[in-house]
């Protein structure tokens, strides 16, 4: 190899080697800009971030309702759990738990098997069931619903 040609390599070698090097550097010192930023709002209080607590639960008994499919063949065996407000909404709900019972056995079996048998059909009878009990109540004491169990058959 001729001497130019080896000059040239280890001057792209060496300008390869400094743009590495600038590119470590940005990043470090972005790094420890953001660091700075954590440990300032750290000391200066900012708000904690909440914690994702789930609230007090309250289990209903195995509802198992015949779907509207045509045929009429198909039925739902469906448990489960509401996550309330707070303690004091169970008092309430206990109260109201045959009319909660009610609503969910008046909403259910108007639903098919093509409506329940994707997620979407199950979020939108939790959205509605939802809707439906807090409506019922005197405040909205229901913030969730779980499905425990849920069969088609």
């Known amino acids: ?10 001057a792209v070698f060496l300008l390869m080697m400094g743009m590495v090097g600038a590119g470590f550097f940005i990043l470090w010192s972005k790094m420890n800009v953001a660091q700075q930023l954590v440990i300032e709002e750290q000391q200066n209080g900012a708000e904690e971030i909440p914690e994702n607590n789930i609230g007090p639960l309250f289990p209903l008994k195995t509802f198992i309702v015949n779907l509207a499919d045509k045929e009429g063949k198909r039925y739902l065996r469906v448990t489960m759990e509401m996550e309330l407000i707070n303690e004091e909404a169970k008092v309430e709900l206990e109260k109201r738990l045959p009319q909660i019972r009610d609503n969910i056995l008046m909403i259910i079996p108007t639903k098919t098997f093509e409506e329940l048998n994707s997620a979407k059909g199950k979020i939108e009878l939790r959205d509605e069931l939802l809707t439906k009990l807090n409506g019922l109540l005197l405040e909205e004491y229901i913030k969730n619903i779980y499905f425990t169990e849920f069969v088609i058959q």
């Open 1 to 10: 190899m001729s001497n130019k040609l080896l000059i040239i390599i280890a």
